[in-house]
């Protein structure tokens, strides 16, 4: 079964940038799609960005929330995924969290593995 650790949270000044890791094992890492969630407090858990497999294309998609301001990525050799968030705005604070899915493509499935999420806080 896959396990994914995120990192790279912390405090950052409105409109100040901050990149995300997920360090991922146990699954064929560059065959599956991956992809960002995050939690605002008192909020859902919403969808942030994903990046389909390499055999997929590793085609990207993004919520028109962050679309411009965040950028997903991924190493294979490194086995890790990354979220890059630029002019980052106090509505971005929550715990963000990465994903694992089963299948090469995001379409309408679930994520069937999380982190265990790590926070990013926004100041204005």
């Known amino acids: 079964q896959v396990h994914l650790v995120e990192s790279g949270g912390g405090l950052v000044q409105a409109g100040g940038s901050r990149r995300l890791s997920c360090a991922a094992s146990?699954?064929?890492?560059?065959?599956?799609?991956m992809g960002w969630f995050r939690q605002a407090p008192g909020k859902e858990r919403e969808f942030v960005a994903a990046?389909?497999?390499?055999?997929?294309?590793?085609?990207?998609s993004y919520a028109d929330s962050v679309k411009g301001r965040f950028t997903i990525s991924r190493d294979n050799a490194k086995n890790t995924m990354y979220l890059q968030m630029n002019s980052l705005k106090p509505e971005d604070t929550a715990v963000y969290y990465c994903?694992?899915?089963?299948?090469?493509?995001?379409?309408?499935?679930?994520?069937?593995?999380w982190g265990q999420g790590t926070l990013v806080t926004v100041s204005s």
């Open positions: 994903a694992a899915y089963p299948t090469a493509w995001v379409g309408n499935f679930e994520p069937d593995a």
């Open positions: 146990g699954r064929t890492f560059s065959s599956y799609a």
């Open positions: 990046m389909s497999g390499i055999w997929s294309g590793g085609r990207t």
